[in-house]
């Protein structure tokens, strides 16, 4: 079993760009949520998908969008950079019902906006 | 969602045990206790979960007292590679659409 897969590892983008980061989940799992961890601080819950529709959405602006296809893989897109969306970028997977249905996490994307 | 507060950072030795504290004043009803370690530039890892008493897996064990206001990871005969940060987190686990709320964590450093 993969786990929780993201891509790419690592990302350098120019302010203003836009960005699309990946992300496969632990086989099984139907439910993806994405997150953002500055250096120093806790993950920041971006927002949820399940069946391929944004289901719970934190506190972040519209430059902030997702998507989920059939095969439950998702993609985070940001889009007018800002230094500030530097952080790493957390994926987790879980399945939204049934026994043990904790969140797993990918390795995480290294987003920096220069 | 109950926040939670523990303390910044713990220091350990080498085969000692270890106790991190979480307190969670506000906790609901329908709220399970859940702990996640993260290492560096790597994604949290779920530790152990629990909703009350005492609940012990191959890693920790997680104590919970009656009116739930806390809670106590325990760590047995910690090593250099348990160096990490550990999070608390308190949140609705029956929700469908869970949204996991992360704090700063604690910072624990094993030294040799």
């Known amino acids: 079993d993969a786990g929780v897969t993201q891509s790419p590892t690592h990302l350098i983008k120019t302010r203003g760009q836009q960005v699309t980061l990946r992300c496969s989940p632990k086989?099984?799992?139907?439910?993806v949520s994405w997150y953002q961890q500055a250096l120093g601080q806790g993950p920041q819950f971006i927002f949820q998908?399940?069946?391929?529709?944004?289901?719970q959405r934190g506190n972040f602006p519209d430059r902030f969008s997702g998507h989920q296809f059939p095969n439950y893989s998702s993609e985070l897109n940001v889009n007018a950079l800002l230094l500030g969306d530097s952080a790493l970028y957390l994926c987790?997977?879980?399945?939204?019902?049934?026994?043990?249905?904790?969140?797993?996490f990918g390795q995480g994307t290294r987003l920096t906006v220069v | 969602l109950a926040k939670t507060t523990q303390p910044i950072s713990m220091d350990s030795y080498e085969g000692q045990e270890v106790n991190i504290t979480c307190s969670h004043n506000?906790?609901?009803?329908?709220?399970?206790i859940t702990w996640y370690q993260q290492f560096p530039s790597q994604g949290p890892r779920f530790i152990i979960q629990?909703?009350?008493t005492k609940v012990t897996n191959e890693v920790a064990s997680l104590f919970i007292p009656a009116d739930r206001k806390s809670s106590t990871l325990s760590l047995p005969r910690v090593s250099l590679s348990d160096t990490a940060v550990y999070y608390c987190?308190?949140?609705?686990?029956?929700?469908?659409?869970?949204?996991?709320?992360f704090g700063t964590g604690t910072r624990l450093l094993v030294s040799p």
């Open positions: 506000n906790i609901a009803t329908n709220d399970y």
């Open positions: 987190l308190v949140g609705d686990m029956d929700t469908g659409f869970q949204k996991l709320v």
């Open positions: 629990g909703y009350k």
């Open positions: 086989s099984g799992h139907d439910t």
């Open positions: 987790a997977s879980r399945k939204r019902q049934g026994a043990n249905t904790e969140a797993f």
């Open positions: 998908y399940y069946e391929e529709e944004e289901r």
